[in-house]
């Protein structure tokens, strides 16, 4: 049988949840990021520290950004 199925629309509920597993994820990136940064500054590494540390930080902000927002679209009421 060839029956087509239905479509149905992604819930409230399911959506609100998928944010919140997305900011989750995108904070965890986030502070796998930092320990890197710590890492590399750490272990002597033949990268300058300056560097790393600069665009270490604006990677993590913007992370920390995006994982924020994601969360914030979560916790808003529709």
């Known amino acids: 049988m060839n029956q087509k199925r ?5 819930t409230d509920a399911e959506r609100k949840e998928a ?4 900011s989750k994820f ?5 502070k ?6 710590i890492l ?5 590494m033949k990268i300058s520290e300056d560097s790393v540390m600069i665009v270490g ?3 993590l902000a913007i992370l920390v ?3 924020a927002y ?6 808003k009421k529709y």
């Open 26 to 30: 995108v904070l965890d990136i986030a």
């Open 32 to 37: 796998l990021v930092f320990a890197g940064v």
């Open 40 to 44: 590399s500054t750490i272990m002597d």
């Open 6 to 10: 239905k479509r149905s629309r992604i």
């Open 70 to 75: 994601l969360y914030y679209i979560a916790i």
């Open 65 to 67: 950004s995006v994982g």
């Open 19 to 22: 944010y919140k597993e997305a």
């Open 57 to 59: 930080s604006l990677i």
